[in-house]
């Protein structure tokens, strides 16, 4: 009796998802093992232990081999060693670099150096992530940063070019590498509410807004470095505040507009002159080199901390913002709408997005 036989031989690289995250999130091969059974896969595939273990340290095997290509998203796609179709592809390089939310907190805005690199110990102790899982996302940030920072051209376009990420991740990179390069503080027990989507949100305000690549294209690192000369005209702002009878006029159209429509419309009169203040002179600092890292200390303290302590709502605040950004239009004295306009737009963007009611 003649038994058939249907063989089919191919050399597609397999990839189990689940394996790569156990991988990525830095489990060794025991660990992900006895992850892997206790996800209750036995009695799924009917395979024996040993076929896990052996199955489970194949894939190590190939995502370590992988690894130096994923370095260079290019070299991965144009390789001819690993048959992966593109859609896989595209799936190992996004997962290789994206990054755990409370990981990207405890170092966004920090030098990325062996100082740095040195503290993942803790960081690792403080957020329950892995070691292994921490120096990668660390050493992935260290790598685009150093691409990226003399590039011309758009810093998400220069990330997406060269790293093959989605757009969303991109951007998220661009975040990264543009608050590594200014040194934002972002540690600050106060500063600790704020996610990093929203200093995401605020960076992408800030690139767009205030860099040099914000009006001149052709320039080198034109998203990387806030605009020197734009950060030194900011202290012609201070007229708002240094002549009496433009800050009583700007109060009184302030005023006069909100009048009926903010809800802490006794509040904002009398704090008015604080909160303008306050506004004003952190555009005036902006071109010293510890006024911008303290950028986000300073929005707290001085405007949305004494904004709650007077139970503004986001709403108070938007409302205010506007007419304080547009009421300035009207003072026939004041000669800086332009600059004015640049500075406030992202201001006011910011402070909305960090206003948690």
């Known amino acids: 009796m003649t038994n058939d036989l249907d063989i089919f031989v191919g050399n597609t690289t397999l990839i189990d998802e689940e394996v790569y995250q156990l991988w990525l ?32 340290m194949d894939h190590y095997r190939t995502f370590h081999m992988l690894e130096r290509l994923l370095h260079t998203p ?48 803790d960081v690792s102790s403080k957020t329950g992530i892995t070691l292994k899982s921490c120096r990668r996302q660390f050493d992935n940030f260290k790598r685009v940063f150093k691409v990226v920072e003399e590039m011309r051209g758009s810093l998400v376009e220069n990330i997406q070019q060269h790293f093959l990420l989605s757009d969303r991740l991109a951007r998220d990179y661009a975040a990264i590498v543009f608050f590594a390069n200014s040194r934002f503080e972002t540690g600050k027990k106060k500063l600790q509410f704020l996610t990093f989507e929203d200093f995401a949100y605020c960076a992408e305000q800030m690139i767009q807004n205030w860099t040099l690549g914000a009006v001149d294209s052709n320039v080198d690192d034109m998203d990387v470095d806030l605009d020197k000369e734009f950060l030194q005209e900011l202290k012609e702002l201070k007229v708002l505040i240094a002549d009496k009878d433009l800050l009583d006029l700007h109060k009184s159209l302030v005023c006069t507009s909100l009048r009926g429509k903010i809800s802490v419309y006794n509040e904002m009169e009398a704090n008015f002159k604080n909160l303008s203040r306050a506004l004003v002179n952190m555009a005036s600092k902006l071109i010293h080199t510890k006024d911008v ?43 800086h709408q332009a600059l004015w306009d640049r500075y406030m737009s992202t201001i006011k963007s910011c402070l909305l997005k960090m206003y948690h009611d």
Request: proline share 2%.
């Open 25 to 56: 999130d830095g489990y060794s091969v025991s660990d992900a093992v006895s992850l892997r059974l206790r996800s209750g896969i036995l009695e799924q595939t009917g395979a024996t232990v040993d076929v896990l273990q052996s199955d489970t």
């Open 74 to 121: 290019s070299k991965l796609i144009h390789q001819l060693h690993f048959q992966i179709p593109p859609s896989r592809q595209a799936m190992l390089i996004e997962r290789y670099y994206a990054f755990d939310e409370a990981f990207v907190r405890e170092v966004l805005g920090k030098k990325l150096s062996k100082g740095t690199k040195k503290d993942l110990d």
């Open 293 to 335: 890292r303290d950028f986000f200390i300073d929005l707290v303290e001085k405007f949305i901390e004494p904004c709650k302590s007077d139970k503004w709502t986001l709403n108070d605040v938007r409302l205010f913002l506007t007419q304080y950004t547009t009421s300035a239009h009207t003072l026939d004295a004041f000669r």
